[in-house]
């Protein structure tokens, strides 16, 4: 991390001395670490994913519904094996897996914790991020993560430079999804139809961005390993952090919107997956990030 690439800003700080563009420094950071009922029902299942919060982040979007620890790194420090005892916690209350939620600045953190703990755990572990990851970073993860649960959010360079100053998102995050899938391979149920292994990519429909989502499902139904993945198409976008400087997204979406990218979604074959009810596109289904578990 002396300089730091782990991700695709390659900001090259010296993390020991200074933090790097995503906020993190050389010590772990974590805002919450609880049972989490609102993700895909293939890992929350009925007691709830183990998801741990990890505070900072590498893209930033300027709509994010997290952006307490995203964009204002909220969260106590805390010790590998401090992050171990979490891990083991979350299985004892009932986790159906540990899902690690905004985890790549902390990558070289989690290995270490996980050499000391997997043995120990019986549940899956789930890397939940925002896509924007090196082939490189993704690959260092082989072996240690079952699931991968990576966003897809933009494919027009132009829109990623507006909300998330990341031109390069789209070439960089599709080349990261297909290194998860050769880690991983094709999605794995157990016989209570929770997800084992594999990859589930997610896509949050944006005001105003519905070509471009239906572009992103096109571009999934080419992918050889299209029909070894899920899709989620997410409507729970939300107003939220700088949204209102920019009015074009400062509203919730439209059915049309909504319903376009799923129909497209089913037009393009891409039928094994998962979507959202409008309800969701609630602020409450934001948790509350106030070190519960931490």
């Known amino acids: 991390m002396e300089p730091c690439t782990l991700c695709p800003r390659k900001c090259g700080a010296d993390r020991a001395k200074t933090a790097g563009f995503c906020g993190a420094n050389n010590k772990i950071k974590v805002a919450r670490a609880a049972l989490h009922m609102w993700e895909e029902p293939c890992i929350s299942g009925e007691r709830g994913s183990g998801t741990v919060f990890f505070s900072g982040c590498q893209l ?3 709509f994010c519904q997290n952006h307490a620890i995203s964009a204002e790194n909220f969260g106590k ?3 590998i094996a401090h992050l171990c005892d979490i891990f083991s916690r979350l299985e004892q209350e009932g986790a159906h897996n540990i899902n690690l939620v905004s985890p790549t600045p902390y990558v070289h953190h989690i ?8 043995p120990r755990l019986h549940i899956p572990i789930v890397y939940n991020s925002s896509g924007f990851e090196t082939v490189e970073t993704i690959d260092l993860l082989k072996g240690y993560i079952d699931i991968f649960l990576p966003d897809l959010k933009y494919k027009d360079p132009a829109r990623a430079a507006r909300y998330a100053k990341a031109p390069n998102y789209y070439e960089v995050a599709i080349k990261a999804i297909a290194s998860m899938y050769h880690n991983v391979g094709p999605a794995i149920f157990a016989e209570n139809h929770l997800l084992k292994s594999g990859v589930v990519v997610r896509h949050m429909v944006m005001p105003g961005g519905r070509h471009d989502s239906i572009a992103i499902m096109q571009d999934i139904a080419s992918y050889s390993f299209k029909d070894d993945i899920l899709v989620s198409i997410m409507s ?6 700088k949204s209102h400087e920019y009015p ?13 990218v799923v129909n497209a979604m089913m037009d393009f074959g891409l ?4 979507m959202q009810e409008r309800s969701s596109a609630k602020k409450e289904y934001t948790p509350p990030f106030d070190l519960e578990g931490v």
């Open 60 to 62: 930033k979007c300027c």
């Open 77 to 79: 420090e805390i010790s």
């Open 111 to 118: 290995i270490r914790a996980l050499d000391k703990v997997r």
């Open 236 to 241: 729970q976008y939300t107003p939220a952090y």
């Open 248 to 260: 074009e997204i400062d509203r919730r979406i439209t059915s049309l919107e909504y319903d376009s």
């Open 271 to 274: 039928t094994n997956g998962f």
